[in-house]
């Protein structure tokens, strides 16, 4: 049950984040512009931007780093010669041998 909790809470955070901004800005983007300065609704959206961008770098870092290290362990397993699968008992044989 707590498992469970925990993957439903990061999924509706991740909803929330990855959803919420990109509504705002599209519901806002034909405002009407202050033209006395910083316009209220722009200061928003490019903050909400941002918020996307470094929500994308958060993400594309945290799928790259498993991705790179199965990678790795592939080129790894392949250069060493394990293509099949090795238990100690066939380990263990071609010692003997």
């Given at each position: 049950?707590?498992?469970?909790?925990?993957?439903?809470?990061?999924l509706l955070c991740f909803t929330a984040v990855s959803?919420?901004?990109?509504?705002?800005?599209l519901s806002r983007a034909?405002?009407?512009h202050n033209r006395e300065g910083a316009c209220a609704?722009?200061?928003?959206?490019?903050?909400?931007?941002?918020l996307?961008?470094?929500f994308r770098m958060?993400?594309?870092g945290v799928l790259f780093t498993p991705v790179s290290?199965?990678?790795?362990i592939t080129v790894q397993r392949a250069a060493l010669g394990?293509?099949?699968?090795?238990?100690?008992v066939k380990l263990k044989i071609l010692m003997n041998n």
């Open positions: 049950m707590g498992k469970l909790f925990i993957h439903l809470s990061l959803l919420f901004p990109g509504t705002l800005i034909n405002h009407v609704t722009c200061v928003n959206i490019i903050e909400l931007g941002n996307l961008r470094q958060s993400v594309s290290l199965l990678f790795i394990f293509d099949e699968v090795t238990t100690p």
